[in-house]
């Protein structure tokens, strides 16, 4: 039941608000502590945390890998699922690792879980469905609570995902004695906004859906980001590339000199994802390189970024004010509205785009 709208993806991306306030209320308490299904996590115990799985659950773990390390500094090592388990790494004394899967049966994320369960780690996973392998075999497993997704491309279970991971890295915090009590209720207040700062963020929808126009008509785009916002540029090219199956890449914004920029030119557009927070001078001087080489800059910002460098681009989408711990997961509302828009335009198969299955139970 699509309730109304064209595609499951446009559905699931509108749930958003509903989900995560759900998903909210059945991780954080009124005394401001996050609850934990029993025996919870002993974050003291632990020198070092693995994330590990596939696709867009991978860029959740390239977010949380930032909030754990700088928010809880707890290092982290994250990796793709395919590579991890074949790779055979030390998984150290005191250390747990982490498992992020929509579906729970992903083949890869399942065997490298098996693989560090060998090696004795503490096996912790992040999952939507509950009665499912990778849930099973873990020694705690955390809903994500963001209902039956169908849209092969997730996008309810990502913000899902962060704001679980997010929540967690503030609990490691707490227990590790790394951010003080006004510090931990702003961050926690600022989880609490996530659903209507969501709601307020699909407001720029209609925008999205006409810039899509433009991108529809690239062969190439790039995404770029900066910390934080890195991965939301990696989930916005493969959000792109998989229903619209335009090619599209993503960079750290300052790996652009490294090589990239030689690709820029008027034909491509190039979608910088940048919030005002303390990064933001660099990514602009970035996207002001792109920009004199003739580049087409969709700038992806808040008001105030719009404000300091919309001058110039092609496009801006302004988004909403947020606690800059949090941007990525309001960010990722216009890495899918730009894919689901421009799938539209192209008329591909936005549910089930071609060569792809929702779970890949095989390696
Ligand atoms: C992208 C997408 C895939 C999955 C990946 C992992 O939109 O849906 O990249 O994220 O196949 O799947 P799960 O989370 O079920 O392990």
Redesign the pocket.
Known sequence: DKAGHKHFMAKEIAEQPRVLAAALGHYLTPEGTIALPEPGIDFTAIDRLTLV??????YACNVAKYWFEQVARLPVEIDVASEFRYREPPVPARSAALF???????AD?LAALRYAKGQGAQILSVV?VTESSIARDSDIALPILAGAEIG???TK??TCQLLVLGALALEAARQRGTIDEAELAAHLQGLRELPGLIDQGLSIEAECQRVSRGLAEARDILFLGRGRMYPLALEGA??LK?ISYIHAEAYASGELKHGPIALVDEHVPVIVMAPHDELFDKTVSNMQEVMARGGKVLLITDAKGARIAGEGTWEVITLPEIDPLWAPILYAVPAQLLAYHTAVAKGTDVDQPRNLA???TVE
């Open positions: 799985a596939c696709g867009t659950a991978f992020v899967s929509q579906s729970g049966e992903t994320t939507n092969v491309a997730s279970a990502f493969l959000k998989e929702k779970s890949v």
